[in-house]
Nanobody, 109 residues
Framework: QVQLVESGGGLVQPGGSLRLSCAASGSIFSVDYLGWYRQAPGKEREWVASFPGGGYAEFVKGRFTISKDNALKMVYLQMNSLKPEDTAVYYC??????WGQGTQVTVSS
């Protein structure tokens, strides 16, 4: 089994920053297979960023950075220059199979 726990969400003003964390445990082969998705109200879940290679969705390129700590089995998402349209529940994902419970990010003045 795989357990994923996200944290770090919250309310931030436009232009602000947040850092999300995902703690992975259980049968994790490699943190390289962890990534981030998000789901805004009324919209489908969409891919945001993942390894390997640090790929990013076009709408976050240059603003978000994914990073990892192999020893701690952690993945992070540094989000800068946040926009209201970034408001969503952000999910950690492993091998496109396992999901965390999500963490809410709200960008609003």
């Amino acid at each position: 089994q795989v357990q994923l726990v996200e944290s770090g969400g919250g309310l931030v003003q436009p232009g602000g920053s947040l850092r999300l964390s995902c703690a992975a445990s259980g049968s994790i082969f490699s943190v390289d297979y962890l990534g981030w998705y998000r789901q805004a109200p009324g919209k489908e879940r969409e891919w945001v960023a993942s390894f390997p290679g640090g790929g990013y969705a076009e709408f976050v390129k240059g603003r978000f950075t994914i990073s990892k700590d192999n020893a701690l089995k952690m993945v992070y998402l540094q989000m800068n220059s946040l926009k209201p349209e970034d408001t969503a529940v952000y999910y950690c994902n492993y091998m496109e199979t396992y999901w965390g419970q999500g963490t809410q990010v709200t960008v609003s003045s």
